[in-house]
């Protein structure tokens, strides 16, 4: 099953809008302005905020421990940690620290070669990936480079969730917390970082459009996969104004009925429902759910191509022989006038 759409109408849809101790470091709200401020992260993150000392009381003799906390610039721009040539382009790996999510993050970017002309910029397609996937897995397995070499299109690609925040119950299953921020901004305290919302649509964009001038953001689309192509379907469809077009691999397109959207939901945004707002897949009918969105969209006059392919499943061997389809839909978009 694939989805996809264009912003051939301006209907906007309303929608959804932790930080514990590390035994590696003393943890502070990692939520700062403009990433200033005193932060103690893990030292997997290579963030040091904490200098402990030993000092003795003159008059008791005693030995104390004193922590000594300094304010620190966090690197917020992107710094290269991988390149590799493919299609004539680039696939580069980023990593950053986000303010937004208080927390190290790596994103790839999909550079096409080189236009003859200096000044001709790349549009940009966002993917959007599924649960238990990183930024890596659509770079590594889908093949799409190929298409957005021929296009003349950028692909950019973040992880799925914070990570390194050592938040309890973060991995203790596969399908909720790390590798599983469904792009929505967590309203409970405990998941406050989880605002992949935000990253994706207001932190990501900023800082490709500041970093990467040869990549042209007022020009922008958006895809996924499962999750992520229920991230790509809600963002645009709240976000017209920022995407020329959208499109979805076997999205989960009604979460508040599906055991998945339930559980995630129920855990980012608290238990309280009112605050919601290919055929073989085996989780066709339980969890994605594809003719809700068609009715949906039909009730609401929006265009909409919804694709059954027999016989394909939820992998990334779907993914990698309808991809081009995707692309060719998104370059269409991306470079009307």
């Known amino acids: 099953m694939s989805i996809r759409l264009k912003s051939t109408f301006k209907r906007k849809l309303g929608g959804t809008s932790g930080r514990e101790s590390s035994s590696k470091a003393q943890k502070i709200d990692p939520k700062?302005?403009?990433?200033?401020?005193v932060i103690v992260i893990n030292a997997d993150q290579e963030v040091v905020g904490t200098k402990p000392t030993s000092a003795k009381?003159?008059?008791s003799k005693k030995k104390t421990t004193q922590f000594e906390f300094r304010k620190i610039k966090m690197d917020t721009k992107p710094t290269e940690i991988s390149s590799s040539k493919m299609f004539g382009g680039f696939n580069k790996r980023y990593k950053h620290f986000s303010p937004t999510l208080g927390c190290s993050m790596t994103f790839h970017i999909y550079f096409p070669p080189s236009p003859q002309s200096l000044s001709k910029k790349f549009p940009v397609l966002y993917w959007l990936s599924g649960l238990t996937c990183s930024d890596e897995n659509f770079i590594t397995k889908s093949g799409a480079q190929r298409a957005a070499s021929s296009e003349s299109v950028a692909l950019i690609v973040p992880d799925t969730s914070p990570r390194g925040l050592n938040v309890e119950g973060e991995a203790d299953s596969w399908d909720f917390g790390v590798g599983a921020g469904f792009y929505l901004n967590a309203t409970q305290e405990k998941w406050k970082n989880w605002r992949m919302y935000d990253y994706v649509v207001k932190e990501l964009p900023n800082l490709v459009k500041e970093n990467f001038p040869q990549l042209d953001t007022s020009r922008a689309s958006i895809s996924g996969h499962s999750m992520g192509g229920h991230g790509a379907l809600t963002i645009y469809l709240k976000n017209l104004d920022k995407y020329k077009s959208a499109s979805a691999f076997a999205p989960i397109v009604n979460p508040t009925n599906c055991p998945w959207g339930q559980k995630a939901f129920t855990n980012y945004l608290g238990g309280n429902k009112a605050d919601w707002e290919g055929e073989d897949d085996k989780f066709l009918a339980d969890q994605l759910m594809p003719h809700k969105f068609q009715?949906?969209?039909?009730?609401?006059?929006?265009?909409?191509?919804?694709?059954?392919?027999?016989g394909y499943d939820h992998s990334y061997y779907f993914i990698a022989t309808f991809i081009d389809d995707h692309i060719s839909h998104h370059a269409q978009a991306l470079n009307l006038p």
């Open 57 to 59: 009381n003159s008059r």
């Open 32 to 37: 700062a302005s403009s990433g200033d401020g």
């Open 295 to 310: 009715e949906a969209c039909k009730a609401a006059n929006v265009p909409l191509l919804l694709r059954m392919q027999p």
